[in-house]
């Protein structure tokens, strides 16, 4: 079975510069330009399903493996990465069989304990799959920060976004806790139908969705993710126009842990 090449990144000088200035000034942003090069999307197709990531230099990577499984998720990943200026990774699709494949993990089966989950041979190979395009998206450079993006329907958190951590610490977990009241606020304010939604976060607060399987034998058990968030969000908050709400939200969550204390 043949997939397309994880290709390099591509640099391109837009035409559209050559009619800025004369040729000093042209001279200039060329060669700023090649200093920096621009990233090209790319996609990765499988008979199961589809993989997109945009590679970034900025150390910073947003996700959403199950993109098509957890409703919007993928937009809401690829929108928040935008405001970001960060590189993303989404699949889309990967069920087989009445199973969705977890992609970020080498296993099937959603909703299950991590001992009960399917370890196939399909899902190690989609899995290889993924941590090649999160490697590629980070141009092969342990990430500074990996945010992953879920949705979930569980009745006990329909009220909280649930984020676990690894590689967070527990001041960084209780100044996101404190701050975020205002987040909240200054985000309903621009849209006031946003949900009153709250957030739970480790290793300050036990959360019901804890990633343990991805933990434990997945994306984020490897060296290139030592810094991760795993966001849960429930049904309200990825419906309509909170999509645009919790991208906005998340994205200033996010940037609140790229800061050096």
Not at 44 to 49: F, I, K, N, R, T
Not at 102 to 107: D, M, S
Not at 235 to 256: D, H, K, N, P, W
């Amino acid at each position: 079975m043949e997939h397309k090449r994880f290709k390099s990144a591509l640099r391109r000088v837009p035409r559209s510069w050559s009619r800025l200035a004369g040729p000093i000034s042209l001279m200039t942003i060329t060669l700023t330009l090649l200093a920096a090069p621009v990233f090209a999307q790319e996609r990765v197709d499988h008979p199961l399903g589809e993989l997109e990531y945009l590679p970034s230099p900025t150390g910073v990577l947003i996700a959403a493996p199950h993109g098509t499984y957890d409703a919007n998720t993928a937009p809401i990943a690829i929108a928040v990465a935008r405001k970001l200026g960060a590189g993303f990774v989404v699949a889309r699709r990967f069920t087989a069989d009445g199973k969705r494949i977890n992609v970020n993990r080498p296993t099937e089966g959603a909703g299950l304990t991590c001992q009960r989950e399917y370890r196939t041979r399909r899902a190690q190979e989609i899995y290889g799959l993924y941590t090649q395009a999160v490697g590629a998206a980070a141009l092969n450079r342990p990430l500074r920060l990996y945010v992953e993006i879920h949705g979930n329907s569980e009745p006990r958190t329909s009220q909280t976004i649930e984020i676990a951590t690894t590689g967070i610490s527990r001041s960084e977990a209780s100044s996101l806790s404190a701050a975020y009241p205002d987040i909240l606020g200054r985000n309903r304010r621009q849209i006031p139908a946003y949900p009153e939604i709250g957030v739970l976060i480790e290793p300050l607060d036990r959360v019901y969705f804890e990633a343990a399987c991805a933990k434990s034998i997945g994306i984020f058990s490897t060296d290139l993710v030592p810094r991760v968030m795993h966001f849960e969000l429930p049904r309200s908050t990825r419906m309509g126009e909170a999509q645009e709400g919790t991208a906005q939200l998340i994205a200033e969550i996010v940037r609140r842990f790229l800061v050096k204390p």
